[in-house]
């Protein structure tokens, strides 16, 4: 892997020498600004020209980069990304994906859209569905993905009026998308072993990341505060400590960092704003897996072959056959 | 406290015997017919009369009960709630709120709803905000509640149309709802302690109630098999048995037990399905509290001096005079 690194080339150069191993690796490429965490995405699409930021996307976009990882600012990246990369054909509105702990035998679930919009229609959840489906074939290695609604309850009456379009939808779409199509999920099933990629708007999508994110740092502070409470349990705490040690491995958020922007002409991966090294190197690696596989024009040939399938539902209606998947995926 | 309990004598009559202790507090109630978790509300509503769930609702409306408590299917029970009990003069869409484990000093936040509508628009949410704020006074002894309105980012330019609204009708009616508004919060903020209120509408809410109850679940079950895993970690269990006891209490959703229907013409408590005893008994607490200092007439009051302010500065523009809150309250 070659890495081209975009920023205040005085501040770089001194942190890149000192690691004489990687320096024919690393190619840096100065950037006289940067995007702040508090500007506005609306903003850096029009002032943005110059930032690392912006320079690391049209690397992208030139086809210099197989992919790009920041850790900066998600509205920002996400709105240069969409200026600069465009929206894939077919695409109406793009989508964050993250994985999330769970049951499953590969230990992790995919949901989106974690926050690129805060709505989506019944045909966005489709797309969404298509593409996340996409990513967990190329990205955890699942043949067939199965695919879960997000909604207040599992009855079909329930939820939202999109919600029940969608279910329409999703279900005719299972042999375009590659995936089974499970119904509605429910809160409770994010980290369940029945499901594989959990379908929502950005709204509740984001909501629901950040609640169990907190839910996760709470119980963690209780356990380190009833831990640290007595001298018998710091001894019991010591002596298990190979257990907290592994079961922190598995709940680990720098293992899972790295949201995956998808529906854009190129592959961007957002890695948490106070991520350590752990964490950006596994935002790093999967940046790289997922452009070792052509990922992206993967996913662009699964979106277009499921418009067309949709356009000739369209015009024949319902029980025209469906076409199989495209070769490339 | 007398207990009012419905459903089938022939069922009932015989566990009431069990405790004569009990016998002189305890008024069976037969009803022919449940309401079953598959029954859904509309069909309820219709067809519900002479079940126990009905008979226990309308015991409120009769001025018989001072509150009600049920297990049942919360849709249904929400359903002959509103159909038997009325919405309060003023109350647009009911709420349900429900108590998270915080790290506030009480060690409980509150939030709503988490369920009772799929939508709501910004004068509901400010609503919810009025009626919750009165909730954690009366349930949760503070004094002047900090409210925040749940969104996918806290700056001013986040989020859906509805909440930027919201934030507005909130920030005004921080006099009259005797609360202090403390602007957007993210799901990460909801067990915090720099809010006590989080208001958002029910989709969401919902979303976020089960999504926070499935990563515990998720952790606890991983923490069960990391200290399983190793006769050095089970020697360790044992000695943290009372630290591990001490944070389960903490965590105990059984001690959580217990959401508040809120806008009716009556005191509902909703027992989460598969509570066991102890979660019943907290319900059963939850409503004799709430109807031991007259919840609902304080509820009412508030919110109808809310409805006055909020007609009155309609009538003369937002730089009218804002008046105090309720005497009752």
Redesign the interface.
Known sequence: MDVILHGDQAVLAPLVAKHPEFSSRITLRHADRVVTMHD?PAQVMRHGAGTSMWSTIDAVREGEAGAAVSCGNT?ALMAVSMLRLRKLPGVNRPAIACLW???NPGGFNLMLDV?AD??AEAPDLLQYAIMGASYARNGLGLKRPRIGL?N??TEE?K??AELKQAQDLLAHAQDIGDFEYIGFV???????DRVDVIV?D???G??????????????S???RE??G??L??R??????L???K??QR??DPRRVNGGVFLGLNGTVVKSHGSADATGVSAAISLAYQLAQVGFNERLAARVASAEAAGQDAAQVGPDAPETGGSPTE
């Open positions: 506005k509205g702990p769970s049951r926050g805060v709505k997000l207040v309850g009456h939820g939202r429910e809160g409770t099933d994010i980290p369940s929502t950005g709204f509740t984001n909501v629901a990341l950040k609640t169990g994110e907190g839910t996760a740092k709470l119980i502070d209780f356990m009833a831990f409470a007595g018998m349990s001894f019991a705490a010591l002596l298990a190979n257990s907290l592994r079961l598995r709940m």
